[in-house]
Each structure stands twice: as structure tokens, then as C-alpha cells.
């Protein structure tokens, strides 16, 4: 029904930068707000940032001023820019989805397959 690909993680030096993108594909009606998630070894996936379908952003406190999400509405298309990272960033990063297939009147959730961050020198 809906695939979301992740792209863009990888390994960087502290201080460094990484844009992670993730695309939605399939029978999509609309999609509402647009998230990403970060998990680390044994421990809940936490919210990093949200941006809704209108273009707001919001942010844990703890990425505030480094990072930036935004979305391509035409392309179904989140983004997050991550700049000034620090070790305590490493994860694997999900993206997340609420939206409405084109046949249905409820709202979905869907996942990313997770990419890997590491910031290490």
C-alpha cells in the first residue's frame, strides 16, 4: 500500500552534517504530519522532529538550533537537516507518516526502515 525509503545516514565527525530524506510511495489520498524518530541500542524510539502537513516544525529540545525538518509536499518527501552533530546524536533514524489512503476514511501510521546515523572521529 505505502513504502517510505530512507536515504542519507551514514558516518561524520563530530561538529559534521547529515540530511537524511525519506519518500512515500503508493495509494496516498494526503499526508498529515510527517516526523522523524530516533532509536538507540535497547532504548524506546524517541521523537526528534514533526512537521505538519501546513509546514510547521517542531523539535525535541535536544536538537533545537541544529536540526531542521521541512517536506516536499509534491514529492510526499521529509527532510531532516542535521548540522553541529555531536556523539550523543547517533541512531538509527525512522521516519514516520500519518496519512489517508485514497480508498479509506481513517488514518494510517507508517514507518521508514530506519538508516543508521554515527558520529565518531
Known amino acids: 500500500q505505502v513504502q517510505l525509503v530512507e536515504s542519507g545516514g551514514g558516518l561524520v565527525q563530530p561538529g559534521g552534517s547529515l540530511r537524511l530524506s525519506c519518500a512515500a510511495s503508493g495509494s496516498i489520498y494526503t499526508i498529515y504530519a510527517m516526523n522523524w524518530y530516533r532509536q538507540d541500542p535497547g532504548k524506546e524510539r524517541k521523537l526528534v522532529a514533526t512537521?505538519?502537513?501546513?509546514?510547521?516544525?517542531n523539535y525535541a529540545d535536544s536538537v533545537k538550533g541544529r536540526f531542521t525538518i521541512s517536506r516536499d509536499n509534491a514529492q510526499n518527501t521529509v527532510y531532516l537537516q542535521m548540522n553541529s552533530l555531536k556523539p550523543e546524536d547517533a541512531a538509527v533514524y525512522y521516519c514516520?507518516?500519518?496519512?489517508?489512503?485514497?480508498?479509506?476514511?481513517?488514518?494510517?501510521?507508517?514507518w521508514g526502515q530506519g538508516t543508521q546515523v554515527t558520529v565518531s572521529s
Open positions: 514516520n507518516v500519518r496519512l489517508k489512503l485514497v480508498w479509506s476514511a481513517t488514518i494510517s501510521e507508517y
Open positions: 512537521i505538519t502537513n501546513g509546514g510547521s516544525p
